[in-house]
Nanobody, 127 residues
Framework: QVQLVESGGGLVQAGGSLRLSCAAS????????MGWFRQAPGKEREFVAA????????DYAGSVKGRFTISRDNAKNTLYLQMNSLKPEDTAVYYC????????????????????WGQGTQVTVSS
């Protein structure tokens, strides 16, 4: 059974930083692309970033490019999201997800392509 557990969320002032982690189990982690999504109150879930199997390729939403960095450690089965220069509009519940098809890194912004999700971690950025 696949399990994804996010951690690292919290309350931070605008301009601050947070590092999210996502511990994965139950699947050969290194065979799948991974992604981060977020959902703010009253809004749809939106793509944040994705990373390929070996971590060579990445995708970012335009709103976070240059501020957020996605990375992974396949030896530890862990996905990360380093968030710098945080803004109040980054406030949301952040979710990690596993891409549904092995050895694939396409259409990563589409949440329907991911088949397992974590429970989410709250990130709140105060102004």
């Amino acid at each position: 059974q696949v399990q994804l557990v996010e951690s690292g969320g919290g309350l931070v002032q605008a301009g601050g930083s947070l590092r999210l982690s996502c511990a994965a189990s139950g699947r050969t982690f290194s065979n799948y692309a991974m992604g981060w999504f977020r959902q703010a109150p009253g809004k749809e879930r939106e793509f944040v970033a994705a990373i390929s199997l070996g971590g060579i390729s990445t995708d970012y939403a335009g709103s976070v490019k240059g501020r957020f960095t996605i990375s992974r450690d396949n030896a530890k089965n862990t996905l990360y999201l380093q968030m710098n220069s945080l803004k109040p509009e980054d406030t949301a519940v952040y979710y990690c997800a596993v891409y549904g098809r092995a050895y694939t890194f396409t259409a990563t912004i589409d949440p329907l392509k991911y088949d397992y999700w974590g429970q989410g971690t709250q990130v709140t950025v105060s102004s």
